[in-house]
């Protein structure tokens, strides 16, 4: 079993006090165990206090949502190099922005601005529940990668991180069954070596998200296929973040 890595998204929750605590107590709680990487993405306002409290061997950072370019007058907005030296990482593209209205081309230049200051995306994808019903997945995902990694080359590629999410199984409790969640995997990696070739899909991490929980964690972990999990709910709770990173660090040999 190759080296695993877990992503909390801890949405628009938690004040600076509320994620400095947050951060004391995965610190407490988690060990450090090289071959788990694990990510957390506290609100845009977190990013430097949990930077100052969390324990840099153990943890590393991620951004939830930047602009698209680098400075200018964009009231609100943060950018890719305003968060280096704090993030490794960023989310792009999360279903609950493209419902805000985020579309395929501002992702993909999102995407643009993060391999730009040298920020691994984790593009997250997926399908809504009509669409599953139309059997219309595999399309989703084939198309929603295309169109997001339109500014992307080969030799970026192994920056990457695709977070498989099926709209449907987020904050819902509704999970999707690990055996669904291995064909998509498969369509992604797929897709990507059409697109870029070989060498670069086999360096990009896919990561399934929804509904993930310490009770159904393992189901996904202990497949080969899934190289990790995007967790957005249990995440800021210490104690099942936790229960999810020892089930990925007790997997991994
Ligand atoms: P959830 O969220 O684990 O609460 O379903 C996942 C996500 O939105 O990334």
Not at 14 to 20: M, N, R, V
Not at 85 to 96: F, N
Not at 108 to 132: D, F
Not at 191 to 197: A, F, P, Q, R, S
Request: charge should be negative; include cysteine; aromatic fraction near 6%.
């Amino acid at each position: 079993m190759s080296k695993k890595l877990i992503v909390g998204n801890w949405k628009m929750h938690l004040s600076p006090s509320e994620a400095t605590l947050l951060a004391q107590r995965l610190n407490q709680k988690i060990d450090h165990d090289p071959k788990v990487e694990i990510v957390l993405c506290p609100p845009a306002i977190d990013l430097m206090p949990v930077h100052k409290e969390m324990n840099a061997q153990k943890f590393k950072l991620g951004a939830q949502n930047i602009h698209y370019r680098d400075e200018g007058a964009f009231t609100g907005e943060i950018s890719a190099p305003m968060i280096k030296g704090l993030a490794d990482y960023v989310i792009v593209g999360h279903s609950e922005r493209r419902a805000m209205g985020e579309d395929d081309k501002t992702i993909a230049e999102k995407i643009a601005a993060a391999v730009r200051s040298n920020i691994s995306p984790i593009l997250c994808i997926g399908e809504g529940l009509n669409e599953r019903h139309h059997e219309l997945t595999k399309k989703v995902v084939m198309d929603q990668l295309e169109a997001n990694l339109a500014m992307i080359t080969a030799g970026e590629m192994h920056k990457f991180v695709i977070a498989y999410e099926p709209v449907w199984a987020i904050g819902s409790g509704d999970f999707a069954k690990p055996n669904d969640v291995i064909q998509v995997v498969l369509w992604i990696r797929h897709t990507i070596e059409e697109l870029y070739g070989e060498a670069a899909s086999s360096k990009v991490r896919i990561l399934y998200g929804g509904s993930v929980d310490p009770d159904n964690a393992k189901s996904y972990l202990s497949l080969d296929y899934i190289d990790g999990l995007l967790v957005g709910g249990a995440s800021i709770n210490y104690e099942k973040f936790a229960s999810i990173v020892k089930t990925a660090q007790d997997i991994v040999e």
